[in-house]
């Protein structure tokens, strides 16, 4: 394949893939086993410099290319993406160690999607207009026209690499705009993938460019003087560093971060309904989601059937190879990110947690106790005032804290300085409004948890984020308007 050569992953600008340096990379870890499956070549500032500047070229004509012919590109690079199906799903699944049922029916699943949703959206997309009518007889036609940002700097993370890059990338080429993608430096491949697959459909040179690397190749982008914008997915902290580095220029961005997300659960809601949607909100992607559960206030009159039953399917969690069909729960994304994991562990027992589930690192036999994998975990005993509760820990691990009445179930789960996401359930409807319009987060759901319409807007609040994508939303965040108004 066009993206390695001699088992590396390499960088893409300006239409081409750019000859390794043996001077700058690093092996790119299977998380499942802890072996290097290849290099990767780690773009130095020079590079980054010429991405941008490829893309500063090619935006003058790609975005003076009718919509009609965008769109239909962003259709071509999808069905591309669903030629190339099993491929990608490899590299995804080989960067992440996330089970292969979860690559095909989510991850590669919702590329092609993505692609389609915003070509239709720009497609259908209107502008603007006002008639202004002044005291003195006058009138004027305004309306507003909408021009790409520019170059745009699309740094992405390492949960759901090629979901989460195709979300920000699809629009932002839908709207006449450029991008430099900096991929997580641990999941580099499926972004090298999707660059063939848009050259292979016609994308013009220069309008998508990868450059790999860890965090400093994705500060030297977003402080670079020919970024028009940036749209950053990952850690709260990086997303402040971030924004200093575009402060300087007042540059817009977008940023979705971390979340510490609550559902809450009373004791009218369906009880089978309620464990499998909590399941999976707590322990989806190993707990490695934005939008995951960390936080389980449940009703005191079902707490205890609640428990029960999540800790009943805890222990039905399959943690295996992943691309065994069967393999349920892969590992987290790296040694490091397990040690953070563990110490979160360490620190609820010593804030008085009982462990009801897991709790440490199971032993999963020779071939892949070299890799990164932890238990699914359960806790009660905590409060909100413990870290534990507090901070996000980004793995397969809730706590589990009662409350009595709808009014302290509110003020609980509002008590964060996150406000990404949350869900409610409950049989009474009047209730489930009443209370998700309640949560300050930019997501709510009731009865259910990750269901997603990709026109609305998507984004948080407080430590969670900065600004929507997704729809209208994105179309506003990738163009900036002109106003032009005409006296008649």
């Known amino acids: 394949m066009a993206k390695t050569a001699q088992g590396w992953v390499r960088n893409f600008v300006d239409g081409a893939f750019i000859e390794p340096d043996d001077t700058r990379w690093y092996d790119n870890i ?47 690079a999808a069905d591309r993406i669903e030629e190339r199906f099993d491929e990608f799903v490899a590299a995804e699944v080989g960067d ?17 999607q993505n692609f389609r949703s915003f070509a239709d959206t720009v497609a259908a997309a209107g502008q603007e207009s006002f008639i202004t009518e002044t005291g003195d007889g006058r009138r004027a036609l305004n309306y507003a026209v909408r021009k790409p940002l520019g170059v745009v ?15 920000k990338v699809a629009p ?57 914008g940036v749209t950053f997915t990952g850690s709260s902290a990086t997303g402040s560093r971030v924004m200093s580095a575009v402060a300087p220029r007042v540059r817009p961005v977008s940023f979705e971060l971390g979340g510490k997300n609550a559902a809450v659960v009373f004791d009218d809601a369906d009880l089978d309904e309620t464990l499998d949607g909590l399941t999976r909100s707590v322990f989806a992607n190993t707990g490695q989601v934005c939008l995951c559960t960390e936080r389980l206030y449940i ?5 205890d059937d609640i428990a029960t039953g999540l800790i009943k399917r805890a222990h039905e969690l399959e943690l295996g190879r ?23 562990f360490e620190l609820a027992q010593h804030e008085g947690a009982e462990v009801l589930v897991g709790g440490g690192v199971p032993d999963l036999g020779a071939e ?17 005032n413990d870290a534990a509760v507090r901070e996000e820990i980004f793995g397969p691990v809730a706590a589990l804290i009662p409350f009595d009445d709808e009014s302290e179930a509110i003020e609980l789960a509002n008590d964060t300085d996150y406000g990404l996401a949350a869900s409610v359930w409950t049989n009474d409807l009047r209730r489930g409004h009443r209370v998700a319009q309640a949560m300050h987060v930019g997501m709510s759901w009731v009865n259910t948890w990750f269901l997603r319409d990709l026109r609305s807007p998507f984004g948080g609040m407080g430590l ?12 506003h965040f990738y163009t900036e308007p002109t106003n032009v108004c005409v006296q008649l």
């Open 153 to 167: 700097a699309v740094i992405v993370p390492w949960n759901l690499p090629l979901l989460l890059l195709t979300w």
């Open 368 to 384: 892949l106790n070299g890799g990164s994998w932890i238990q699914p975990t359960l806790w009660t005993g905590l409060t909100n």
């Open 96 to 112: 992440t160690g996330k089970p292969i049922t979860q690559a095909r029916a989510l991850d590669v699943r919702r590329a092609p």
């Open 172 to 228: 932002a080429l839908a709207c006449g705009n450029a991008v430099v993608v900096k991929p997580s430096e641990e999941t580099p491949s499926t972004a090298t993938l999707l660059a063939e697959v848009l050259a292979e459909v016609g994308l013009p040179a220069g309008t998508f460019n990868v450059v790999h690397g860890r965090g400093e190749v994705g500060e030297t982008l977003s402080r670079h003087p020919g970024i028009a």
């Open 299 to 303: 009703q005191r009159g079902i707490f």
């Open 464 to 475: 969670s984020g900065l600004g929507r994508e997704g729809g209208a939303s994105s179309l």
């Open 30 to 76: 299977d998380p499942a086993t802890g072996a290097a499956i290849g290099r990767v070549h780690e773009a130095d500032e020079a590079l980054v410099d010429r991405a941008v500047t490829a893309g500063r070229r090619a935006v003058a004509a790609w975005s003076q290319t009718p919509v009609a012919e965008r769109a239909a590109l962003l259709r071509r």
């Open 322 to 344: 992943p691309t065994d069909d069967a393999t349920t729960t892969g590992p987290l994304i790296s040694a490091a990110h397990r040690e953070k994991v563990l110490r979160y």
